[in-house]
Nanobody
Framework: QVQLVESGGGLVQPGGSLRLSCAAS????????MGWYRQVPGKQRESVAV???????TYVDSVKGRFTISKDNAKNTVYLQMNSLKPEDTALYYC?????????WGQGTQVTVSS
């Protein structure tokens, strides 16, 4: 099992930046995949970025070139650096981990992009 705690959300103006953090309750070194999802009311949760245990990353097209997912195995933490934020990035962002064929979710952190 793993518990995930997100932080770093907030209100930012369009064009601004935020860095989200996801702290895990155990070593993430061998967790096969961790990622960030987001959800807005009335819509399905969507995958934003994923990083594998080997460091391979994937992104949804809408954030490519603006968001970067990374991890620090020593700190058991996954990050999402978000630059050039747009109003359409406004959502509740969730951290996700796949471990032993089960999915685990954090409680979410709100990101609001507005002037």
């Amino acid at each position: 099992q793993v518990q995930l705690v997100e932080s770093g959300g907030g209100l930012v103006q369009p064009g601004g930046s935020l860095r989200l953090s996801c702290a895990a309750s155990r070593s993430i070194f061998s967790i096969p995949a961790m990622g960030w999802y987001r959800q807005v009311p009335g819509k399905q949760r969507e995958s934003v970025a994923v990083i594998t245990s080997s460091g391979t990353t994937t992104y949804v097209d809408s954030v490519k070139g603006r968001f970067t997912i990374s991890k620090d195995n020593a700190k058991n933490t996954v990050y999402l650096q978000m630059n050039s934020l747009k109003p359409e990035d406004t959502a509740l962002y969730y951290c996700h981990a796949v471990l032993e064929y089960r999915g685990y979710w954090g409680q979410g952190t709100q990101v609001t992009v507005s002037s």
